[in-house]
């Protein structure tokens, strides 16, 4: 009878949703090497251990180390079961070519999969309960960098139309100086999907600090981020068709913001805005 190690058990599983769950309780050093892989798996099963490390600003015996808590043996058994799972996902033709109808459907049922997700965890007390304070607030501000830095500003546009004080602050810098000069009749609400971002995470900590009530979109509930949220909104997140990767597009970000307006816009007796939008 064949032994099983304990990578044929890892084989078992999608690689990028093992990783992907085991993200949150790792440390600092090994997230930030799990974070690039779940972005990039189709680079990293190129790279080197020398290459995968000045990227991830981490040691050849930090990635080993990875590779061993996922039950691999070193980087290349690591890298010949994620390459075997971007195969499996592959949905290029012959001529290698996209079929767009295939492409479309992967991505999809992605979605659909991350939405259902998303409605299992997403509270619906919490959305109500940031509902409410945002009601009272005297400023609402938004933090976000990168694809992140987009939902913000949508965020705060949706809110701005319903006659809420929101404003996005997309700049680390400036949302660092804010954030230690606002009160006990401010809301801020950060979005980060890993819940790893350091400067919106270090301003988020800054307005709690400064008395401000702090509330986080995120698909990690154990991420830094959530430390400082008095409020958490829980997403999950979509996968790219081609590689398994997560999308940089919030596409269940925006799920947790448009509940959070439709209730806000029921409190405040706006149905119309809604209902005459044209």
Same mark, same amino acid.
């Given at each position: 009878m064949k032994k099983t190690t304990p990578s044929d058990h890892v084989r078992q599983h999608n690689i990028l949703v093992l990783i992907s769950a085991k993200l949150p309780s790792l440390p600092l050093t090994l997230q930030r090497i799990a974070k690039y892989i779940t972005e990039n798996p189709d680079i990293v099963v190129r790279e080197t251990i020398s290459q995968l490390s000045a990227v991830t600003g981490s040691g050849p015996a930090?990635?080993? &180390?990875?590779?061993?808590?996922?039950?691999?043996?070193?980087?290349?058994?690591?890298?010949?079961?994620?390459?075997?799972?971007?195969?499996?996902?592959?949905?290029?033709?012959?001529?290698?070519?996209? @079929?767009?109808?295939?492409?479309?459907?992967?991505?999809?049922?992605?979605?659909?999969?991350?939405?259902? *997700?998303?409605?299992?965890?997403?509270?619906? *007390?919490?959305? &109500?309960?940031?509902?409410?304070?945002?009601?009272?607030? &005297?400023?609402?501000?938004?933090y976000g960098a990168g694809s992140s830095g987009f939902v913000a500003q949508y965020l705060s546009f949706r809110l701005l &139309?319903?006659?809420? @004080?929101?404003?996005?602050?997309?700049? @680390?810098?400036?949302?660092?100086?804010?954030?230690?000069?606002?009160?006990?009749?401010?809301?801020?609400?950060?979005?980060? *999907?890993?819940?790893l971002t350091k400067d919106t995470v270090r301003s988020l900590h800054v307005a709690k600090v400064a008395g401000a009530t702090t509330a986080a979109i995120t698909n990690h509930k154990d991420a830094p981020i959530s430390k400082w949220a008095d409020i958490l909104l829980l997403t999950s997140a979509v996968r790219a068709p081609l590689t398994g990767s997560k999308l940089t597009v919030a596409f269940t970000h925006l799920i947790a913001i448009e509940t959070l307006v439709a209730i806000l816009t029921d409190k405040l007796g706006l149905l119309h805005i809604e209902t005459d939008a044209g």
């Amino acid at each position: 009878m064949k032994k099983t190690t304990p990578s044929d058990h890892v084989r078992q599983h999608n690689i990028l949703v093992l990783i992907s769950a085991k993200l949150p309780s790792l440390p600092l050093t090994l997230q930030r090497i799990a974070k690039y892989i779940t972005e990039n798996p189709d680079i990293v099963v190129r790279e080197t251990i020398s290459q995968l490390s000045a990227v991830t600003g981490s040691g050849p015996a930090s990635i080993i &180390r990875f590779c061993r808590l996922l039950g691999f043996s070193g980087l290349k058994d690591f890298k010949l079961a994620l390459a075997a799972d971007i195969a499996r996902q592959n949905i290029y033709s012959k001529d290698g070519d996209i @079929p767009p109808k295939q492409f479309s459907d992967v991505l999809a049922d992605n979605i659909i999969q991350a939405t259902r *997700e998303t409605q299992s965890v997403l509270s619906d *007390e919490s959305v &109500r309960r940031l509902a409410d304070v945002m009601l009272h607030a &005297r400023r609402i501000d938004i933090y976000g960098a990168g694809s992140s830095g987009f939902v913000a500003q949508y965020l705060s546009f949706r809110l701005l &139309r319903i006659g809420l @004080p929101a404003h996005a602050v997309v700049d @680390p810098t400036l949302a660092a100086y804010v954030s230690s000069g606002l009160s006990k009749k401010a809301v801020v609400i950060a979005i980060s *999907e890993s819940g790893l971002t350091k400067d919106t995470v270090r301003s988020l900590h800054v307005a709690k600090v400064a008395g401000a009530t702090t509330a986080a979109i995120t698909n990690h509930k154990d991420a830094p981020i959530s430390k400082w949220a008095d409020i958490l909104l829980l997403t999950s997140a979509v996968r790219a068709p081609l590689t398994g990767s997560k999308l940089t597009v919030a596409f269940t970000h925006l799920i947790a913001i448009e509940t959070l307006v439709a209730i806000l816009t029921d409190k405040l007796g706006l149905l119309h805005i809604e209902t005459d939008a044209g």
